[in-house]
């Protein structure tokens, strides 16, 4: 079946430095690809999406692309928020059926 | 656009009794579907309804789980002889029509504490 890996479960950064959530998935279907960020006591809401390869997506300063060869999706961001402290999620769409799989989540820490 | 709502938004129930969960999808999403959140064991898909028909519920647990969706407004998600491993977080979520790249968008969810 489908899955999808998150390796990092915490990542604690100072205000303004990169970041990069690492994501890779498995499924033997045509992947569609998301991120979802959930703050505090909030719903997840969705970031960002993709399904196509090698094509840069770009939402409220992340971005990310879809890496057939290698199976990943990271979410990067140049500069880091007090405010993107939250909750990121990966999630795959791997059959028809619109069903997402998801990883286990990074909790992103962002310290002034 | 009120968005997903689910009620209640907390639920405290005795160990042996019985949960229901209600949640509206957004108006003109064809698919709902139910997750369950902890700590331990992340999003954990549970069931799925497109067009008010269950799709798929392979992450229900059979014997004390059980969904519907009576109407296009509403879904439910009952739980029997609640137990405290349980306890968590239920989310509900609506795409427009339930498709591979068709986004969901969450509710806030119930938090369900079984003592």
């Known amino acids: 079946g489908d899955s999808v890996t998150q390796t990092e479960g915490l990542v604690t950064l100072t205000k303004g430095l990169p970041v990069m959530l690492n994501c890779t998935y498995q499924?033997?279907?045509?992947?569609?690809l998301f991120w979802y960020v959930q703050h505090l006591n909030e719903a997840p809401k969705l970031l960002l999406k993709?399904?196509?390869?090698?094509k840069r997506t770009e939402h409220q300063g992340f971005y990310a692309t879809l890496h057939k060869s290698s199976s990943s999706f990271h979410l990067q961001k140049s500069s880091v928020q007090l405010s993107d402290s939250a909750l990121y999620f990966c999630?795959?769409?791997?059959?028809?059926?619109?069903?997402?799989?998801f990883g286990d989540g990074t909790v992103l820490t962002v310290k002034p | 656009n009120a968005g997903v709502i689910q009620t209640p938004r907390h639920k405290v129930t005795g160990k042996g009794q019985e949960a229901t969960l209600w949640c509206e999808p957004i108006?003109?999403?064809?698919?709902v579907f139910w997750y369950r959140q902890t700590i331990v064991q992340g999003l954990e898909f549970l069931t799925y309804?497109?067009?008010?028909?269950?799709?798929?519920d392979s992450g229900m647990p059979k014997e004390r789980f059980s969904a519907q969706m009576p109407n296009q407004s509403h879904s439910t998600l009952k739980i029997q002889s609640t137990q405290p491993q349980d306890s968590a977080v239920y989310l509900c979520a609506s795409s427009l029509d339930g498709t591979s790249n068709s986004d969901y968008t969450f509710g806030s969810g119930t938090r369900l504490l079984v003592i």
């Open positions: 993709s399904s196509t390869d090698n």
């Open positions: 108006s003109g999403h064809s698919a």
């Open positions: 309804f497109r067009n008010q028909a269950p799709i798929d």
């Open positions: 999630a795959l769409s791997g059959t028809n059926t619109g069903k997402l799989t």
């Open positions: 499924t033997t279907y045509s992947p569609f």
